[in-house]
């Protein structure tokens, strides 16, 4: 059964920096392309990015308006996908869900609970 | 900009209607569309994709039909756990990116 599971969120003051985490079971991580999405509190979907697994290149693409700010990275050893943000907005408040992704197909099968960022003073 | 619109915002409909949900894009996405289902407190659930294939489980009362701007999907008699919000979404070219739209919700009349 596949497993994903974010961790990380909470609460920080605007300009700050947070890294989340997945932690993933049940597929072969390293063969996976994997995303993180966002929905702020009320509001709906927002892809973030995805990164491709190695053997395809390992690279990633961000939604226009956030690239520069966050940046996706995995660990194939410890099965686990990360997102560094920076320069934390009061509207980067929302639930970031990581996402398996399906490869060059790019729908997203398999999600986790989900963790919740604040940005606030 | 690339838009996804889906229509209505809202539905409200009874158990054991039939829902009939939207989504236009802003320019052609040819069968690239896929739909979700997001229940109050939950993460989104792959219902649709490529338009009008089923994802692994879902009840076969779900149908999703349309290609290039206009998709719909169908829900053909609703059971109570149906009502939640729907999104559509498109994995287009890149680097455009992913996109969803911005909601049905699907509510109890």
């Known amino acids: 059964e596949v497993q994903l599971m974010e961790s990380g969120g909470g609460l920080v003051k605007p300009g700050g920096s947070l890294r989340l985490s997945c932690a993933t079971s049940?597929?072969?991580?390293?063969?996976?392309?994997m995303s993180w999405v966002r929905q702020a509190p009320g509001k709906g979907l927002e892809w973030v990015g995805r990164i491709k697994s190695k053997t395809d290149g390992g690279t990633t693409d961000y939604a226009a308006p956030l690239k520069g700010r966050f940046t996706i990275s995995r660990d194939d050893s410890k099965n686990t996908l990360y997102l560094q943000m920076n320069n934390l907005k009061t509207d980067d408040t929302a639930v970031y869900y990581c996402?398996?992704?399906?490869?060059?197909?790019?729908?997203?099968?398999?999600w986790g609970q989900g963790t919740l960022v604040t940005v606030s003073s | 900009e690339f838009v996804l619109t889906q229509s209505p915002a809202t539905l409200s409909l009874s158990p054991g209607e039939r829902a009939t949900l939207s989504c236009w894009a802003s320019q052609s996405v040819s069968s690239n569309l896929a739909w979700y289902q997001q229940k109050p407190g939950q993460a989104p659930r792959l219902l649709i994709y490529d338009a009008s294939n089923r994802a692994t489980g879902i009840p076969a009362r779900f149908s999703g039909s349309g290609s290039g701007t206009d998709f719909t999907l169908i829900i053909s008699s609703l059971e109570p756990e149906d009502f939640a919000v729907y999104y559509c979404?498109?994995?287009?070219?890149?680097?455009?990116?992913?996109?969803f739209g911005q909601g049905t919700r699907l509510e109890i009349k």
């Open positions: 979404q498109q994995r287009g070219n890149w680097p455009r990116g992913i996109t």
């Open positions: 049940g597929f072969t991580f390293s063969n996976a392309w």
């Open positions: 996402a398996t992704v399906l490869r060059f197909l790019e729908w997203l099968p398999d």
